[in-house]
């Protein structure tokens, strides 16, 4: 989790980004009785709902949440972003009142990318891949971005060639592809989603 989450998450907040880490339930672990439609993409949606919740009690704007996820994070990170709802507005849970849309959506080389269909009010997405990555992911993130475009839903891919898959973040990282967060933070600011003071 160091290269795909708390470096990540260290990195966003040197920056001025609040960062939370999901664990979320993990459906293809040996022996695990969980699912990714029953149970990851529930932790996700309810963690959306409970950082929207305490928005003003931790200082963040409840328009600017996102999601971010690596491999397989990253198909719980894009299925969030899928099947969105608004919320349950009579619900006596105040997280379960609140929309478990994410604003944006950053996939990291997302597993089963062939998965992703956008609609019309899809969340503004960032994709990164490597170019010797599998190819569902090096080749379908393209289409992917395709599909985005076709709707008119803003999006940004980076393929970075000589770079396969789970390079995450790391401080040894010196190819261009460990500067893929550089490049998401300059995305987020181009989209409005990083306002500096």
């Not at 940004?156 to 933070?185: C, D, K, M, S, V």
Request: overall charge neutral; hydrophobic content about 40%; proline content about 6%.
């Amino acid at each position: 989790m160091d290269h795909e989450g708390y470096n990540v998450a260290e990195w966003l907040s040197d920056h001025g980004v609040a960062a939370f880490i999901l664990k979320y339930r993990l459906a293809r672990e040996q022996g695990s009785t969980y699912t990714i439609e029953g149970h990851a993409l529930a932790d996700i949606k309810r963690a959306i709902r409970l950082v929207r919740s305490r928005a003003s009690e931790w200082g963040i704007d409840p328009k600017r949440i996102g999601v971010m996820g690596f491999s397989a994070g990253g198909e719980v990170a894009f299925l969030s972003a899928m099947r969105f709802d608004p919320g349950a507005a009579d619900d006596r849970d105040a997280v379960a009142r609140q929309s478990s849309r994410p604003d944006f959506q950053a996939l990291i080389y997302p597993g089963r990318s062939q998965r992703i269909e956008p609609v019309t009010n899809s969340p503004p997405v960032f994709l990164v891949c490597g170019y010797s990555d599998r190819p569902d992911i090096s080749e379908g993130l393209a289409g992917v971005y395709l599909k985005f475009k076709q709707l008119k839903v803003p999006a940004e891919l980076h393929i970075y060639g000589g770079t396969g898959h789970g390079f995450g973040l790391r401080a040894n990282n010196t190819q261009p592809a460990g500067e893929w967060i550089e490049r998401f933070e300059e995305w987020l600011g181009a989209t409005g989603f990083l306002k500096r003071p």
